[in-house]
């Protein structure tokens, strides 16, 4: 059986030698990144309720770091329980996209982890100067643009991997692979 993807995957009948799932597109991977952050901002603001009464109160000082604090908490519980349940968040679930281990199994506790870590390290800058391009009297945009360097770089990366991987799916030992219907 010849598959013009080098990455698709399926068993050869016959053989006990498995070929690698299918990768997604750069561009379907990429389409589903706007659609995850506004599911991500509707949970935030969901669970910013209990801060609500404050009336400035979690602007600055203790409070502002504890809203922070409980923010990524909550945008990693999100990722984490989805990706531990069915491999897939509600964007990704749309798009027919999968996360899933090196060798396409579903993902344990600790290697979601490590890709939650390694996956913010190139996302977070991005949506922090997303933010801060909104908002050119607090920085000028020229100097926005180098935080979204490590988001650019993780792209870049999959023209060239031979697997089309994303480098924060290689360095966390991860795969976004085709969802079955």
Same mark, same amino acid.
């Given at each position: ?36 952050? !506004?599911? !991500? ?105 180098? !935080? ?12 060239? #991997?031979? #697997? ?18």
């Amino acid at each position: 059986m010849t598959e013009s993807n080098p990455a698709a995957s399926e068993q050869v009948a016959g053989t006990s030698a498995p070929v690698r799932a299918a990768t997604p597109s750069i561009k379907r991977r990429l389409a589903c990144l706007p659609y995850e952050g !506004l599911i !991500l901002l509707a949970l935030l603001l969901i669970f910013t309720f209990p801060f609500a009464g404050m009336k400035g109160a979690a602007e600055s000082g203790r409070m502002h770091a504890v809203l922070q604090i409980y923010f990524c908490f909550v945008a990693g519980a999100y990722f984490l329980v989805f990706w531990l349940r069915s491999g897939q968040t509600l964007a990704m679930k749309t798009w027919r996209v999968k996360v899933c281990d090196a060798n396409a199994q579903q993902l344990t506790f600790k290697r979601a982890v490590i890709k939650l870590v390694i996956s913010a390290l190139f996302y977070v800058p991005a949506c922090v100067g997303l933010v801060l391009f909104f908002f050119p009297a607090r920085i000028h945009p020229a100097e926005t643009a180098w !935080l979204f360097l490590p988001l650019v770089a993780t792209v870049l990366w999959a023209w060239f #991997d031979a #697997d089309r991987q994303f480098l924060h799916d290689r360095l966390s030992g991860t795969r976004i692979i085709e969802a079955k219907i």
